[in-house]
């Protein structure tokens, strides 16, 4: 059953489906970058800023967790909190 609706799946969601999957991937990697407290802050902070740069309901999923996340320094927090409203400012 599966099978026949991969089938009718048209190419074009298909694309979709796999650049979606790229990019949550990526979200992934630079999330463990926000997280990883053997980093220097400036790594972590270009991370944060990379995700606020994707723009996407993901990237703004990620953020908000990483605002969230209390091993973060107030600053990396405040900074995911700030690429989180501009990701919801663009949306409007």
Known sequence: MLENLIRLTPPRLKRRSKMSEQV???????????????LID??????????????THDALLALLDLAANEKLNANERDLALKQARNIVKQSR
């Open 24 to 38: 949550t991937g990526e979200l992934q990697k630079l999330s463990a970058i926000a997280t990883d407290m053997d």
């Open 42 to 55: 400036k790594l972590r902070t270009q991370a944060i800023q990379s995700i606020g740069s994707v723009g």
